[in-house]
């Protein structure tokens, strides 16, 4: 694959809309290498890892994150795909870096949703150049849990109150409970709620995809995104990988996810990121840089 592999049409698509669908973008040995990483983790999750479904309930939804720092396989998987420079090429930036990489899978029968929200208000960074790409492992339609996004949400200069999975609508302090300490105030300081998009249709256009094993959904971390039950009759497994643009900045809230804290790197808050050790450079590829220097 060339360093521009997305098409002219594609990268308009991702501009205009927030989100496009890129099929193949990772090939079919780089797919069984990432469903047995999922396999093992699923097995033996990281302490930012686990069941989100609770015990009884029909299905599995799991989830595991920010794998890459201690995990060699998925440091791997950063650099062996066209993912980063995909990214790149969207969102028009010369360097991409990796954030952090994100597994989910929901089993067949799962109820469980992810609600629509956009990944700005959880992350620690920010900027206009911030995108993932989330790769299906699986096949899936929207019925069997695939992303559905609403389109050209990224441009709305809006960010929504975020909502966690399996805890929609709880009493912020409640939320707290099952998960990290400053998380109920930062739930708070979002007063825009996310209405039910659906329900207007005249209003807001929805894109569902149906996607196969290896296929990509590439999105701006501020465009508006869900997924639905499983129910379909297989498993749905995808990898989300968290790429920061050219304009990317530290930019620390208390509450926010506790991947990457202020103790973790040499960054003062509204510092573009150049924390080579937390936030890798994965595109240009190394040689890529060399090449260019005289
Ligand atoms: O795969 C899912 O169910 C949710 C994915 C998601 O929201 C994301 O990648 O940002």
């Not at 521009?4 to 290498?33: I, K, N, T």
């Not at 595109?283 to 060399?290: K, T």
Request: hydrophobic share 40%; with cysteine; charged share 25%.
């Amino acid at each position: 694959m060339t360093s521009a592999p997305l098409s002219d049409a594609q990268v308009a698509a991702y501009r205009e809309a927030g989100v496009v669908h890129v099929p193949g973008a990772v090939d079919e040995d780089m797919v069984a290498a990432m469903a047995d990483a999922v396999e093992q983790i699923l097995d033996a999750p990281s302490r930012f890892g686990g069941d989100i479904t609770e015990p009884g309930r029909p299905g599995r939804f799991f989830q595991d994150r920010h794998l890459f720092p201690r995990n060699d396989t998925f440091r791997g998987f950063l650099h062996a795909t066209p993912l980063a420079a995909m990214a790149a090429q969207a969102t028009g930036s010369d360097t991409i870096r990796a954030f952090y990489d994100h597994v989910f899978v929901k089993e067949p029968g799962t109820a469980e949703q992810f609600a629509w929200h956009q990944d700005r208000p959880y992350w620690a960074v920010d900027g206009t150049q911030v995108c993932s790409t989330w790769v299906a492992l699986t096949p899936a339609d929207v019925g069997s849990s695939a992303l559905e996004f609403v389109a050209g949400s990224h441009a709305w200069g809006r960010t929504f109150r975020p909502e966690f999975p399996a805890l929609e609508g709880r009493d912020p302090d409640e939320v707290e409970q099952h998960l990290w300490r400053g998380v109920a105030d930062h739930i708070r300081s979002f007063d825009d709620v996310c209405p039910a998009f659906e329900d207007e249709p005249e209003t807001y256009e929805i894109l569902g995809f149906a996607v196969e094993p290896g296929d990509a959904l590439l999105f701006d971390f501020r465009t508006v995104h869900r997924s639905g039950p499983n129910q379909g009759t297989g498993r749905r497994a995808a990898i989300s990988w968290r790429w920061l643009g050219d304009d990317a900045i530290w930019a620390p809230k208390p509450g926010a996810d506790p991947i990457v804290r202020q103790d973790d790197t040499f960054l003062a808050p509204g510092d573009r990121i150049t924390d080579d050790e937390v936030f890798p450079v994965v595109h240009p590829p190394s040689g890529a840089v060399a090449a260019h220097q005289p």
